[in-house]
């Protein structure tokens, strides 16, 4: 049975990534084929990605951290690129998703979706 888990998953959060393997392995060990759906929406990125702004604080964080986010976020994608089983992008609209996908498992910060 393909499954298709909808989560959060375009992040650096360590707990959002390693949620997304944890159920994708928990499915996949009692048989079903799992993919992470990567979708998205206007927003997801106009307040998720963009919301550092333009602020002092924001400026002098990102050359402070620079090099250290760059390195983060290598690492996780990497770990993504091993792990993580994607399938298509979408953007925008979920019942294109239901001609993909058997079952379809929403996770709590994707139901919140605006």
């Not at 993919?35 to 963009?50: F, M, Q």
């Amino acid at each position: 049975m393909n499954t298709g888990i909808l989560t959060f998953n375009d992040t650096l959060n360590f707990g959002a990534v390693l949620q997304a393997y944890a159920l994708q392995q928990t499915l996949e060990n009692f048989g079903y084929n799992a993919e992470i759906i990567r979708y998205t929406n206007d927003y997801i990125e106009n307040n998720e990605k963009h919301s550092s702004g333009l602020s002092l604080h924001s400026i002098i964080k990102k050359i402070v951290m620079g090099a250290g986010l760059k390195r983060k976020e290598k690492a996780f994608r990497a770990f993504e690129d091993k792990y993580l089983h994607f399938g298509k992008e979408m953007k925008n609209n979920y019942e294109i998703i239901n001609q993909y996908y058997d079952c379809l498992l929403y996770t709590s910060d994707a139901a919140d979706d605006k």
